[in-house]
């Protein structure tokens, strides 16, 4: 093959796979448009649906519907009895398995709450420009609601359904502690809407758990959720920093879940979770699951991860004086550093086995 033969093929590939790469962002844009308008949860509840059918029980425009209803059975997202019949008169349908992908919220295979972190990612779209030019970083609050809420849709299962029963038992001098008396006090580091720190709560019946966040909003939603859940007398959410002196000294176990890598000084939050130690306390670092190095071959999550820290982890990772910047592909040797120069004695990774995360226990 000739060069410019060859330069002609990479061309062509290139335009087919971004070709691609357009379809799926607009189909997981539309995604979102079912999952907040309900569109999905009103096709499981009244079955196949014309578009006037679908307007009425969702409480939408009949056009905007038929547009939504064709684009879903274009993408095969959802099925269509008859493509022949009459716009109007066309019947559309959720396929069995699909309502588990687009509805189930206690569900590991739930990708509803990507087309809202997409969408998060890219509200400030105009500002991570600039901050490119300008090396500055992006709030987190600029990114909106959709990006807590979409964060805590999708760790959620993970907490619920993992993070007493396989994630906490497999570190036994955390998992031994939290059963134990006196009762062990948890804080929950940057603890986003709550997930994390009711469900150890409500894991561990004697423990009383602490929420940490300085996002106002979250905190906020962390609250509500909180009401109802039985363990409103164990948990309390508060927006408050981890370096405050009164929290010096009072837990046996802090965690960190996802976070780490998108705070502008990661030192300094593990020195303050550091003083908050009592005697003999560890914290638990929920991060990342990245290969060692950069390398071309490290798979689609790791392309995943790019791109969120492109868009989001980056860019609130650099706000503020002298930011560490980061970003989403933490890696295991730069959370080992980071700890190291917080002041911890020991830096070990759990024998905990999951496909998104690793976790550290770091002990004074």
């Known amino acids: 093959m000739t060069s410019a033969t060859s330069a002609e093929a990479r061309r062509d590939e290139l335009v087919e796979r971004l070709f691609g790469s357009a379809l799926g962002a607009m189909d997981l844009l539309c995604v979102y448009l079912g999952d907040r308008l309900g569109l999905y949860r009103a096709l499981r509840a009244e079955g196949p649906c014309t578009p006037a059918q679908l307007a009425r029980v969702a409480s939408v425009s009949e056009r905007y519907a038929r547009e939504w209803l064709e684009q879903q059975a274009m993408a095969g997202i959802l099925e269509v009895d008859d ?158 920093d981890g370096a405050d002196p009164a929290l010096a000294g009072r837990y046996e176990l802090v965690t960190i879940f996802e976070a780490l890598h998108d705070m502008s000084r990661p030192v300094d939050v593990l020195r303050a979770a550091r003083g908050m130690l009592a005697e003999g306390g560890v914290v638990l670092v929920g991060d990342e699951r990245t290969a060692e190095r950069f390398s071309l071959d490290a798979g689609d999550l790791e392309r995943l991860y790019y791109g969120f820290s492109v868009l989001h982890c980056l860019p609130v990772g650099m706000v503020g004086e002298d930011p560490a910047g980061t970003g989403t592909v933490i890696r295991e040797d730069t959370v080992r550093r980071y700890a190291r120069d917080a002041g911890f004695g020991t830096v070990e990774v759990a024998p905990i086995d999951n496909d998104f995360w690793r976790f550290y226990v770091l002990t004074p």
């Open 83 to 240: 493509p022949q019949a009459a716009d109007t008169d066309r019947r559309y349908a959720l396929p069995a398995g699909h309502d588990e992908v687009l509805l189930d919220a206690g569900s590991l295979n739930n990708m509803a709450p990507m087309a809202q972190l997409l969408v998060a990612c890219t509200l400030p779209i105009h500002a991570v420009v600039d901050a490119f030019r300008t090396g500055g970083g992006v709030p987190y609050a600029d990114y909106g609601a959709d990006l807590h809420e979409g964060q805590a849709r999708f760790t959620g299962p993970l907490f619920d359904g993992l993070l007493v029963t396989e994630w906490l038992p497999a570190v036994p001098r955390i998992h031994d502690r939290l059963r134990a008396d006196p009762p062990a006090r948890v804080a929950d580091l940057a603890c986003g809407l709550g997930r994390s720190a009711i469900a150890i709560a409500r894991g561990y019946p004697k423990v009383v758990v602490d929420g940490i966040d300085l996002d106002e909003a979250s905190i906020a939603r962390a609250s509500e959720h909180l009401a109802g859940s039985g363990v409103e007398d164990r948990v309390t959410f508060a927006c408050r």
